[in-house]
């Protein structure tokens, strides 16, 4: 026990005192600046939230355009919709049935379509003069003088909704809102997001309470692992949990030797210092171990990364697969976004497999999928292989009203493919065709479970498929018929 005693003295004598003070300096340092990359860590993902959603918006804006190009009235972001010609003249608002009609009156002026690049494909966002709202110029084609006009539909959205959708959107307590000219305080963690593809962004600041309260536990933290083993050395003094002791010590000194070094003319001090030096090595050693395990979890990590991207596309097609497409309806359901399911049978593929080969087959799947995408050039549309000959098409936004015009123009599109021609059998004594049987449901009209929309366009294209098969035959009984 004496000796004991008279090693804490050593250690004491050494710089222990030092020691503690730079320990507490220590860890107020580490814990304000490992709150900090956790707040910083919040915020990102928070910003990445953000933008997602705000491409889910832009994805809803542009269905409820065309929308109500074809007579829709429903509309839940779009205000104020009109026509405006590469002059700055805009019109009154009309479906594109009645454009003839809006295109005869002006109505009022906007020049901001000068600003707006030629040739431009794509929606394009601008914020109004007062900071209101967002205008959206949709570019289009008009039949008008006999000839085909390049235009814009013009429609308003107020910025409130997408301040408003972005505050929905943050935990409760954590982050807050500031406006883009706040001043920023030192203690406040902060990032700007911005709502791509809106031109609007907004600050996001920890909240301050939040901030001081991780503080406080992390500081406790250190204090409770800098005083523990100053308790513990107390009781182990008295004569308890002597079998440890010595661990305890030679951690000390461990320690002690990176704040001080002095010389020794003891044997038995260089014996210690000498332990100690070995421990340096091994705990260096083992550093080198641990950078080594680590860059092999990072080589680990991007290789799966890598395996599970092309896990996701179908390796025939280059299409996603029907994994990509039930992740991409869980994303849909949990914004609240609403979409329409196609569901699509190739009919008349099984006879080209068996009679040409599966190299035809495959042939036929491929051109199928490039018509498919062809057919499907929205950004927000997601077309997909499901298995098999089988497709599915995912759309933002209800389609029930134009369905019949959608899977109408895809049958001629698909029935438009020379199989004979494109496997290599002009000479064949038969014409081969291929169509397709269509089946369409809406979430959440149709449903309110995912499963059950997809669930639901499969029965719609089988009975479609049972219907056409009627239809064929009965077309074939009445040409028998008729040559009789």
Known sequence: MKQTQKNFSDIQAR????FLVVFLIVASVISFWTQRSNSLALLESTRQIITEYSRNLSRQIDTEIEMSLLGGVERSLIEDLSYVDL???????????????????IVAEDKNVFAIPPGTTKTVFKLSGDNNNIIAYKPLLIQRKQSPERMFIRCIIPAGKLRLAVGELLPMGAVKVASASGVVKIVDVYTEAKLEPFPISVVLMVARGFFWKRMALLTLVFLVLL?????????????????????????MYLVSSYTSVENTDSEKDLEAENMVLQKRMNYKEFAILAKALEAMRYHIKSSMSLLKQ??????????????????????CVKSGIPFSVMFLDLDGFKQINDELGYEAGNETLKRVSQVLQQTFRRQDDL?????????????????SKVADVIAT?????????????????????????VSTSIGIAVFPKDSANADEVVQLADERMYKDKVQRKKNRGSSNVAEVELRL
């Open 15 to 18: 710089g222990a005192g030092v």
């Open 310 to 331: 092309r896990s996701a596309l179908d390796p025939l097609t280059y299409l996603p697969n029907r994994t990509a497409f039930q992740n991409e309806i869980s994303n």
């Open 87 to 105: 002059q700055g003249r805009a019109y009154k608002f009309q479906p594109m049935k009645d454009v003839s009609q809006a295109l005869k009156n």
């Open 409 to 433: 123009r895809i049958r001629e599109n698909i029935e438009a493919i020379d199989v004979n021609q494109l496997v290599g059998a002009e000479y064949a004594d038969k014409q081969y065709r």
């Open 383 to 399: 077309v997909c292989r499901y298995g098999g000959d089988e497709f599915v098409v995912l759309m933002l936004g209800d389609i």
């Open 227 to 251: 005083y523990g083993p100053v308790i513990v050395y107390k009781e182990m003094v008295k004569g308890t949990y002597t079998n440890i002791f010595e661990d305890i010590q030679n951690i």
